[in-house]
């Protein structure tokens, strides 16, 4: 702005000064010429009256400078009326040619004077003239040469020159102590508080215009930070990972949850997203949803899988950025699996026992059994049958599980269930010699009864099935402050260390082939797992390979 006013001004005093310069020039000019031109025609008034007195003896007598010097710069030339040249101060008569055809001198005899104006050929000089008939009919013509004005600047020119320059400068050191002098206030406004400045009264409207302004930035500012302290807050208690990113790829904003996926901390904000994830697919998915408009990846985070779902955002048409939300659909990937996995499993499960049944029975239709065979091929029938309603019973109750179905829950005596187990399971345990006890106190927790007998069947049937004949299976119960705690404990086969985290896996079993001809549907353990969950129990498992099991279910005390 300095700059400005002050080009301003020293344009405005550059200006000035040439137009002073030709205005004066030109009035100065204009005046000394008026005055020539009456001095002209004085002199020839004066020397008029001379030739009509004395004729040519006064004409010759001008011709000597030193006797009349004022006459050196005018020509006197006297013509006679036909148009010769009589005389001339400047030029013999007779070297001159005739003057009938001069204007001057035509209007001179014709109206009794004239005067007249001849330019040079470069227009750098002109010449007056004036003319007056005489009583004689003769004509006495005065004439002086003259500068133009153009010529007389030329011949000015240097002092000209020396006078603009310096003019121009004195007017630059004016034009710039005038700039900061008009700028100086303003350069000192405080535009926090513009209504407390004492500036230009010219400013007050702008000044308070900056204030209402002030007013409601101040106002905008508030509403975007709490804005951006709820956006912070909703953000940072999210479990899903939440990465803002700009048009290029940059990382704008990033939730705790995300820092801990992608183990970057806040120095990636302002960075390109390879900064805090170098995975090269994430980063392509995120630049074809820049392009595209969305896209989806899944991949192994700590240990955990995450899908990222990349969303394009768009402001009035303009693609701006993007946003990135990560959720862990590890839980959902292993429930997907599973279900995958029960519904083989079940259909293989079915399909054992159906064909073994249809086989019988086509048999037994085509009368292809002696009839001593026959109760034989009836048992198979009925064997299987028995442990198709064993299977579906064990899947009903994992689907009760599943959905939270059940029936109200009640005081139950553990020991007195546990007892109850023992006692239907005590015939099986006497044929294989094992020998089955069961102690403890009497310790009431709050349950469905239904569930917990089944859980204790299982456990003790399975310490029963994968044990050694003349074994010992322990089943303790045992009260504490905080829980109360079930022991089921066999002196069987153990469970290989590999296998220990997956018998409670629907379908598995260590040993299909035992599991097979003891007539086991791997679903024991897992109804076992499912009702401990339902009644928020610890389950524990300690197992030696070839030295037996043990598997604990605490109950917390309500």
Known sequence: MTKKIFRSILLAAVS??????????????????????KQLRD??????????????????????PYRFPSTADFRLTWIAADGEVLFDTHVPAAEMENHSDRVEVREALAEGESEGVRYSQTLTERTLYCAQRLSDGTVLRISISQLTVFALAMGMLQPILLTAIIAVILSALLAHRMAKSIVAPLNRLDLDRPLENDAYEELSPLLGRIHQQHRQIEAQLRELRRKTEEFEQITENMGEGLVLLDGKGAVLSINPAARKIFHAGNSCVGQDFLVADRDHEVNRAIQ?????????????????????????????????????????????VAAER???????????????????????????????????????????????????????EDIIHLSQLDEGIAPA?????????????????????????IDLSVTGEDSMINGVRGFLYEMLYNLIDNAIKYNKDGGQVEVAVSAGDTSTTVSVKDTGIGIPPEYQTRVFERFFRVDKS???????????????????????????????????TEILISFPNE
Request: aromatic share 6%; net charge negative.
């Open 338 to 392: 599973s279900r995958r996995e029960f519904t083989a499993n079940v259909s293989h499960e079915l399909k054992t026992p159906l064909q073994s049944i249809m086989g019988s029975a086509e048999l037994l239709e085509n009368g292809l059994v002696q009839q001593e065979d026959i109760p034989q091929f009836v048992g198979v029938i009925r064997t299987e049958a028995a442990r198709l309603v064993t299977l579906v």
């Open 16 to 37: 000035v000064l040439l137009a002073s310069l030709v205005i004066i020039m030109g009035c100065l000019y204009d005046y000394y010429k008026n005055v020539q031109e």
């Open 514 to 548: 035992r599991s097979k001809a003891s007539g086991g549907t791997g679903l024991g353990l897992s109804i076992v797992k499912h009702i401990a969950q339902y009644h928020h129990a610890d389950l524990m498992l300690h197992s030696s390979l070839g030295e037996g």
């Open 43 to 64: 002199e020839l008034r004066l020397a008029s009256y001379g030739v009509e007195a004395d004729g040519l003896d006064y004409l010759e007598q001008l011709t000597s």
């Open 409 to 433: 829950k009640e005081q139950v005596n553990l020991l007195e269930l546990a007892e109850r187990a023992a006692s239907a399971l005590r015939e099986r345990a006497e044929e294989r010699q």
């Open 288 to 332: 074809t949803a820049l392009k595209g408009g969305h896209s989806e990846i899944r991949a192994i985070r700590n240990d955990r899988e995450y899908q990222f779902d990349i969303s394009q955002i768009t402001v009035d048409g303009t693609v701006v950025g993007a946003v990135l939300l990560a959720f862990d659909v590890t839980e959902q």
